[in-house]
């Protein structure tokens, strides 16, 4: 019995021994696990340091932008010559006997291209006709009409028309294809003589033979240097300059006439019912530019009562580059013996109206209606005692800085 139990007792010593030793080696294996995979761990996390060497280059880049190519000679045809625009001849005019008549073809430029008919006018007269199969304008006016302007020499009356073409904007836009156009226009005739279909045949005879024509007037106005003593020769001016007008009356074989100034008005070309313009003298001789600008102008005292002298300073529209003027005024004659009155004045504007002769309350109407003043009784021929003269172009430019 006894050796039973000491049997037992050993098996269960060699088996706890046994369990012990398996038991240690299963821990060192895990163990070295664990340390292996930390060891792995720590070198994931940790990347090896890379040592960084600065580039040196020693030898010179070789690299260029690349030259532009060259630039080749332009190439000329041999002998050129720029080629000079031959005359249009676009224009034709006859001169009649109290009337003259104008044909404009419709390509008016020569460029083959027709122009609008609206854009085309004679001193500012639409075209009155026009021919379809010689593809022509047609304008026909009175010598004095159409703004016609009259030149008197020694020998000849000359009436000079303006045929103005300006050309409008194409369609909805704001270009032209064009340029504008001035076209002068000279009918001459001899004062001995008169203009038919036939034959001149003279039909002025001397003063003398004729009662008829002893009362013939011819009227002027003229520009004058600052002396009054000569006509200007050179119609320029400087803005703030005074520009000087003479208008006169001839009289031959004739009782003494006196002139009197009763409207002028400024426009851009000679035509004074073109906008813009500008009435400075009007009301019977009541010059207005003073009193409406402040300027200088005035008329002076008479020295002859067939001569009227007055200046005007300088001006020229806004908006217009070109400074160009043309001033078309009314003149008229009566007797000389007649009295100075509200439709026979000369008035300036100066802290007051002030007339010319020191008859200062002939001028108080100048701020109303004068009323219109008309030739003396003595005048009564078929002789026109109120008639427009023209000059121009006055050119006003600016004051040099």
Request: net charge negative; with cysteine; glycine share 6%.
């Amino acid at each position: 019995m006894m050796l039973f139990i000491r049997i037992a007792f050993c098996l269960f010593l060699g088996a706890q021994s046994t369990s012990e030793q398996n038991l240690n080696q299963n821990v060192f294996h895990t163990a070295s696990r664990f340390k292996h995979q930390r060891s792995n761990q720590l070198q994931v996390q940790q990347p090896p340091v890379i040592q960084q060497v600065k580039q040196d280059f020693r030898e010179p880049l070789s690299w260029r932008y690349p030259e532009p190519p060259a630039e080749e000679e332009p190439q000329f045809p041999p002998n050129f010559e720029l080629k000079t625009p031959a005359p249009v001849e676009s224009v034709s005019a006859i001169c009649g006997e109290n009337s003259v008549r104008v044909e404009a073809k419709n390509d008016l430029l020569g460029i083959g291209k027709p122009v609008l008919a609206a854009d085309v006018t004679l001193g500012g007269c639409p075209a009155t006709g026009e021919d379809s199969e010689a593809q022509v304008l047609i304008f026909e006016s009175e010598l004095h009409g159409c703004g016609s302007q009259l030149l008197m020499s020694e020998e000849t009356f000359t009436y000079v028309f303006t045929l103005l073409y300006t050309p409008s904007p194409l369609g909805n836009s704001p270009i032209v294809r064009g340029r504008e156009v001035s076209v002068n226009i000279q009918c001459h005739y001899q004062r001995k003589h008169d203009v038919s279909s036939g034959l001149l045949k003279p039909t002025w005879t001397p003063f003398i033979e004729s009662k008829s024509s002893e009362e013939s007037l011819y009227f002027c106005l003229k520009l004058m240097t600052d002396d009054w003593k000569f006509t200007h020769p050179n119609p320029q001016f400087l803005l703030g300059d005074m520009i000087k007008f003479e208008a006169s009356v001839k009289q031959f074989q004739h009782i003494p006439l006196r002139v009197i100034v009763d409207s002028c008005v400024a426009t851009v070309v000679p035509n004074v019912d073109t906008v813009p313009r500008y009435t400075f003298l009007g009301n019977s001789g009541c010059l207005f530019d003073s009193q409406l600008t402040g300027s200088s102008s005035q008329f002076l005292p008479r020295s002859q009562d067939d001569k009227v002298q007055f200046e005007v300073e300088a001006f020229r529209f806004d908006q217009d580059n070109s400074g160009m003027l043309y001033i078309t005024c009314s003149l008229r004659a009566t007797a000389a013996a007649s009295a100075v009155t509200s439709t026979n004045k000369d008035c300036s504007f100066a802290d007051g109206w002030r007339e010319s002769s020191g008859n200062h309350r002939v001028c108080s109407c100048c701020d109303m209606d004068c009323g219109k003043g008309s030739g003396s009784d003595l005048l009564r021929t078929g002789s026109p005692l109120e008639e427009e003269r023209t000059v121009g172009p006055i050119i006003v430019k600016d004051r040099p800085l």
